[in-house]
C-alpha cells in the first residue's frame, strides 16, 4: 500500500501534456517556506491506496501523457512505488516524471534497490531540497538548484526548452474532504500576492 496525500486524475499545469498526479505523504526534510507543508508529515494527513488500485485508476483515465509523482518525499516509499512503475512500464506507453528533495546523487548513494530501479525506469527526475533564495520562477522546479534530470531519452530534445521556461501555473481542487488542495508549482510570493488581490478586489 502507498500512503499519499492527494491524486489527481488529470492536470495539464505539471507538463509534459496531461498527467495523472500522485502526492505521496510524508518527508523528512525541512526546506524552509516548503511548497506543501501539510505533505511532510509521515503518519497523518493521508490515506492509504493499494498500488493496483491506482493503476487501474490511471489505465482508465483517458488522455494522459504519463504521470507525475510528487510528495512529500516520494522516495520514501520506494519498496511500494516501485511496483506501480514496474506496471506503468510493463503495461503502458505513459512517461514518469518524478520529484524528490534528495539529489540523484544521494539517492544513489542510499544503495536501495527499489531506488535503484525507479531511477532505471523513469523518464524525469527533478532532484533537491527547495531554497527559497534560488527561486526564479522557472517552470518544473521551485529553486534553481534543483535539478532536472533527463533519465531517459523521451525529452531530451526539449532539454534546453525545459530548463529555460519561466511560466509557472496552478489549479486549485477541491478535495473530498472540503480541503482546497493546490496542483502545481506556484510563482514565489503567490500566496501573499494572491491574499492581496483577493483584499482589492
Ligand atoms: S523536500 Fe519538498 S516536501 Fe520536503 S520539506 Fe522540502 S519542499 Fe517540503
Redesign the pocket.
Known amino acids: 500500500m502507498l500512503y499519499i496525500e492527494h491524486r489527481e486524475r488529470q492536470t495539464k499545469v505539471l507538463d509534459p501534456g496531461t498527467r495523472y498526479a500522485v502526492w505521496v505523504q510524508g518527508?523528512k526534510?525541512?526546506?524552509p517556506n516548503?511548497?506543501?507543508?501539510r505533505?511532510?508529515a509521515l503518519d497523518s494527513n493521508g490515506y492509504h491506496i493499494g498500488v493496483d488500485e491506482l493503476f487501474r485508476e490511471i489505465m482508465g483515465t483517458p488522455s494522459l501523457t504519463g504521470i507525475t509523482v510528487s510528495?512529500?518525499?516520494p522516495f520514501l516509499q520506494s519498496n511500494e512505488l516501485v511496483k506501480l512503475i514496474r506496471l506503468i512500464r510493463a503495461e503502458s506507453t505513459l512517461d514518469v516524471m518524478m520529484y524528490s528533495?534528495y539529489t540523484l546523487e544521494e539517492l544513489r548513494a542510499w544503495h536501495e534497490p527499489s531506488v535503484d530501479e525507479i531511477l532505471s525506469s523513469i523518464d524525469l527526475l527533478i532532484a533537491g531540497?527547495?531554497v527559497e533564495e534560488l527561486n526564479t520562477n522557472k517552470i518544473y522546479r521551485?529553486s534553481d538548484n534543483q535539478m532536472i534530470h533527463f533519465l531517459s531519452t523521451k525529452y531530451l530534445p526539449f532539454k534546453e526548452q525545459m530548463e529555460a521556461v519561466h511560466n509557472r501555473s496552478v489549479e486549485f481542487v477541491c478535495r473530498e474532504d472540503g480541503e482546497l488542495f493546490m496542483v502545481g508549482i506556484p510563482a514565489k510570493n503567490f500566496e501573499a500576492d494572491f491574499a492581496r488581490r483577493l483584499l482589492r478586489e
Open positions: 518527508c526534510k525541512r526546506c516548503c511548497i506543501n507543508p505533505g511532510r510528495g512529500g518525499e528533495g531540497e527547495y521551485g
